[in-house]
């Protein structure tokens, strides 16, 4: 990260200021007027904005909390320890990208000088256009709108370990550059900017969580979803299940509990999703579409089209 804005956000802060005079606990009426400890966004971001920063607040340990937003959490220098939920401890190193919905609990220790992180203050529909960017449905991008939602079953937050992701690290530099100068009208910059890192970070789903051995249902539910978006025209449960070392009821068993569906549904669900987007941005014939996503049984694909789509391939490509 460039020096200039390292120093900006070393900057000893007024909360920061007092703390260091002596006055060790968190001022809780910064972030919230609820008797409960949960952050609003009403607090930290101006009326009309989707989306802030703010550099975290070091020397104090900061209790056991919630958001009414997205947070996300960059690591620009040293490291910052943070207890998930209660019981997920995680050590985010320089480079690292924690991702925290509504749900989730977060605790944070104390921090020193040189322990420089930024929180992303997001409210929830500042990530409609990034999404929208992702314009091919699939698992992994479902995956990553369903976890930042707050009914999410599968997981209430993300880490990844992202300092050797060099495109990750010049988006998140980008981002943080724009919101520091505030300039007027960069709201679709930094819109696109949040959809060109999720497309990043979706091909790296495999990774996430990966320091944390309470996540290891999680950590096989991505794998066998990158697995899916990969190897959706001949992928088998066996064989995932066998580089998984698991077998394949465990396997089924995980996927039915974090996703709700079985292995066999989220490979077809994957099959009708590039089906789709074949059928938009190509040309092949839907003789070829079927062929290009593994389906032999043309009576069996378009019953599974119609169901999912409400109209056969031939309605969906004219639409």
Not at 51 to 59: G, K, Q
Not at 76 to 99: A, F, M, Q, R, V
Not at 267 to 293: C, G, S
Request: net charge neutral; hydrophobic share 35%; proline share 3%.
């Amino acid at each position: 990260m460039q020096k200039e804005i390292l120093e900006q956000l070393r900057k000893i802060s007024y909360e920061e200021k007092k703390i260091l005079e002596g006055d060790h606990n968190v001022c809780k009426s910064i972030y919230t007027s609820q008797k409960e400890f949960v952050v609003d966004s009403k607090k930290l971001l101006e009326k009309g904005r989707l989306i802030e920063i703010r550099p975290h607040t070091r020397f104090v340990h900061f209790p056991k909390h919630r958001h009414n937003y997205v947070e996300m959490v960059y690591m620009c220098s040293g490291s910052t320890t943070h207890i998930i939920n209660d019981t997920d401890k995680i050590i985010l190193y320089e480079g690292d990208l924690l991702l925290l919905n509504q749900n989730a609990t977060q605790e944070i220790l104390p921090s020193s000088e040189n322990d420089i992180a930024v929180n992303f203050i997001i409210l929830p529909e500042f990530f409609d256009r990034p999404f929208s960017m992702i314009e091919q449905e699939n698992v992994l991008r479902d995956f990553l709108v369903s976890t930042l939602s707050k009914d999410s079953r599968i997981s209430s937050y993300l880490h990844f370990q992202a300092k050797e992701i060099l495109p990750v690290q010049n988006l998140m530099e980008n981002m943080i550059w724009t919101l520091i100068n505030n300039k007027s009208g960069m709201n679709t910059i930094n819109q696109t900017t949040m959809g060109l890192l999720f497309m990043n970070l979706s091909m790296f789903a495999d990774t996430v969580n990966k320091s944390n051995p309470n996540q290891m249902e999680q950590n096989l539910v991505f794998s066998v979803l990158k697995y899916i978006e990969n190897y959706y025209k001949h992928g088998s449960l066996a064989y995932i299940s066998d580089e998984l070392n698991q077998s394949d009821y465990y396997i089924s068993r995980l996927l039915k509990k974090y996703t709700g569906c079985n292995f066999k549904e989220l490979l077809q669900q994957r099959k009708l999703q590039q089906a789709a987007y074949l059928l938009k941005q190509t040309t092949l014939t839907v003789d070829n579409v079927m062929d290009a996503i593994g389906y032999e049984n043309s009576s069996y694909f378009y019953r599974m089209f119609k169901n999912k789509y409400r109209c056969s391939p031939s309605e969906y490509r004219k639409i």
